[in-house]
């Protein structure tokens, strides 16, 4: 018979929506690794974790009443310590094994291991397991100990002496194994098998717990409560389907508003609301934006996706008529939409060219100056990456002189996450190039997660040029990221150089054009538009390694990091990297591939050895050894074939044709003595092997592929 479950439930005050969903995992995750840890449990019961915003909860299947007694091997000391010269116990022995609850009658039964001076006398007897009430109190205290709450609160319990922490003041803790309440207490509370349900829909109340396979269920019955956190937010997906289908629409797609409103609810209702259609002559982002953020709806799209004027409210409460809950929502949205009418209106009034002189009052950081000062480093990048990519330079330049004007507007001063794509919205109302609304609208958006196809050159250069002279001057001035922290998200905006550059490159190769726009140029030409003296001297050096090393862990989860490192250890062009990468993984699935990396790696290991210079080419007519002769023909064939295949950027068929080398740098090595005593001779095989690493590592440093 398999043992009972259990169940533990912290009743609090309402928990802080966005933390909530974590909080449950955090706390069901640590009490069943505890209760695993002192043999409670099993590694693989089942764990069920439960949260809403009033409750903490966790089911663990299989848990037992009291642990199972262990053996415990002491290691007491040397047995020439331990015992004397006739073999009875030393004063040093009877001592510690005082201290193990033990006395002068257990010397016998001490097991010697070792021999000679490292002979030890082990003491061998059996734990009893921990009692379940112990146990869940040590669990419980850890589990609380662990939860990832930002800030505590502190507050007194009822005798009104005591002062706890916590997350949220707690009024209840349940602790049932199978129907049996577990004798434990936390924060000045004793555990029992009640516990409340919904604060205005419950039918019982209190609701006294049968057992510990009972509560999802009773909750759900009888206390009108969705208790898990993932059941709760399905429910609410389900209504939120169910109620927009009849209208022909979809709810907008959000997992942190789901997740933060399934946080904010413990019987999810789904209403539809309606607003004015004037309203929507407003930019529809703001107005998705205001009934997210404000008011926690979902707003409705049509089949094309764009917003309508309905709207779905999760309410907590299910009455039998809902028009007062609906019609309070809508009163409530209604001066939000207004208010993002009224700044749409008024900002319209000025144009972004008018705005982009008060950006010298804007701080951009005090040892970089204003932000105006900023949008002049911003537009000398753009235009220089506009000739290089071969985009307008004007319109480049035109696109980041008013890229930040957004900023002084007043639905981004209300908004901040709506900047750029309000400053695209502007710009069209002014009359500006179709190419520079677009690059000002992009300019803060995630960047695509492929390097997809480059439509809009002016909206890359602005991406570039805006990301670049962020990296250049916040590592300038020495805020590097650092660990998990990463306050002016550098990590990401070299990713978005990456992303750009792949862009480009597949771009140029589309329309067999070169791609003249190269990492270092860029990063030297970023840091020049800085006044003297203000960036440190090391800038371009680390820069580029940063945006290197962020390329490789980018790829390096979908490629591998063996191919990864290998097409990165010589720093390619940005833009050739996944390319390169491809045929490495490809190459390393060739039946030669693991021979050939492992003569790579030896041919490296001993050019690093040689002394002097090491010639270019070797001289046939110098060659003892027919193998050093074959390897010589071989190179001189496959050679040109693979550096054509490299010129034409087929890095594939370039690998593919080292393939023919496997044989004879096999025999190479099984009948030539590299550091042969003859000078001349070593020399010219040293120079053999100089151009066998030149040819074999054009496209990637292969040795990184040897085991």
């Known amino acids: 018979m398999s043992p009972p479950n259990l169940l533990v439930e912290l009743f609090v005050e309402e928990l802080p929506p966005k933390a909530l969903k974590k909080l449950g995992e955090a706390f069901a995750a640590a009490l069943a690794e505890s209760l695993v840890a002192q043999g409670l449990a099993d590694e693989a019961a089942a764990v069920t974790n439960f949260a809403s915003p009033r409750r903490l909860g966790a089911h663990i299947a299989g848990v037992l009443a009291r642990a199972a007694d262990k053996p415990v091997s002491t290691k007491l000391m040397p047995v020439g310590v331990g015992l004397d010269a006739e073999g009875k116990a030393t004063p040093a022995l009877l001592k510690r094994l005082a201290a193990l609850g033990a006395d002068a009658s257990a010397v016998a039964a001490l097991r010697r291991e070792g021999e000679g001076k490292n002979e030890a006398l082990f003491h061998d007897s059996v734990a009893p397991g921990i009692p379940l009430a112990d146990g869940l109190q040590r669990a419980l205290e850890t589990a609380m100990a662990r939860l990832p709450i930002p800030k505590m609160m502190a507050y007194q319990l009822e005798d009104g002496w005591r002062t706890v922490n916590f997350v949220r003041p707690v009024h209840g803790l349940v602790a049932l194994h199978g129907a049996d309440v577990v004798p434990v207490s936390v924060l000045g509370l004793d555990a029992g098998r009640t516990t409340l349900g919904h604060r205005f829909e419950a039918r019982v109340s209190p609701v006294v717990l049968i057992e510990a396979d009972a509560y999802a269920r009773q909750m759900a019955d009888e206390g009108a409560v969705i208790a898990g956190f993932a059941e709760r937010r399905a429910e609410i997906v389900r209504q939120l389907e169910a109620a927009a289908a009849p209208l022909g629409l979809r709810p907008i797609e959000d997992d942190a508003l789901l997740d933060e409103v399934a946080a904010l609810v413990e019987r999810p209702n789904v209403l539809a609301g309606t607003f004015e259609e004037t309203f929507l002559e407003v930019p529809q982002e703001c107005l998705i934006l205001t009934m997210k953020a404000n008011q926690k709806y979902f707003p409705l799209l049509d089949a094309a996706g764009r917003l309508t004027n309905r709207f779905l409210i999760v309410s907590n409460i299910a009455p039998g008529d809902a028009s007062a809950v609906i019609q309070g929502n809508e009163r409530v949205v209604r001066p939000r939409l207004a208010d993002a009418k009224f700044f749409f209106d008024q900002d319209r009034k000025k144009t972004l060219e008018s705005r982009v002189p008060g950006l010298a009052k804007v701080v951009y950081h005090n040892k970089l100056g204003s932000q105006a000062e900023r949008v002049e480093r911003v537009r000398a990048i753009a235009r220089w990456v506009a000739e290089k990519i071969g985009a307008n330079v004007g319109l480049a330049d035109r696109a980041a002189q008013l890229a930040k004007a957004d900023l002084l507007t007043d639905m981004v001063g209300e908004f901040p996450e709506l900047q750029g794509i309000m400053g695209g919205y502007y710009a069209r109302h002014d009359g500006e190039d179709e190419q520079v609304a677009e690059a000002i609208a992009d300019q803060y958006r995630v960047r695509r997660d492929e390097a997809g196809e480059a439509t809009n050159l002016i909206a890359e250069a602005l991406q570039i040029a805006d990301r670049m002279e962020t990296l250049a001057g916040i590592w300038g001035i020495g805020l590097r990221p650092t660990g998990d922290k990463d306050p002016f998200a550098l990590r990401r905006h070299a990713l978005s150089v990456i992303r750009s550059f792949q862009a480009l490159g597949a771009l140029a190769e589309r329309e067999k054009a070169g791609m003249r726009l190269a990492l270092d140029g860029l990063i030297e030409f970023a840091l020049s538009t800085f006044p003297a003296g203000v960036l440190d001297g090391n800038t371009a050096e680390e820069l580029k390694l940063f945006i290197y090393e962020r390329s490789a862990n980018q790829l390096s989860p979908t490629f591998g990091a063996e191919a990864v490192a290998a097409v990165l250890a010589s720093l390619p062009p940005l833009h050739d990297i996944v390319k390169r990468v491809r045929a490495v993984r490809e190459f390393a699935q060739l039946p030669e591939s693991p021979s050939l990396a492992a003569a790579n790696k030896r041919v490296g290991n001993i050019l690093k050895k040689a002394e002097g210079a090491v010639g270019e080419r070797a001289d046939r007519s110098r060659f003892v050894e027919a193998a050093e002769t074959a390897l010589f023909a071989s190179l001189a064939e496959i050679a040109p074939r693979a550096e054509a295949a490299f010129a034409a950027g087929d890095y594939t068929a370039s690998l ?51 085991a």
């Open 656 to 706: 593919r044709a080292l393939a023919a080398l496997k044989t004879p740098v096999d025999a190479f090595f099984d009948h030539v003595m590299v550091n042969a005593d003859d000078p001349v001779l070593k020399a010219n095989r040293l120079a053999l092997l100089n151009q066998l690493h030149r040819t074999m590592n054009r496209v990637a440093d292969l040795s990184r592929l040897a």
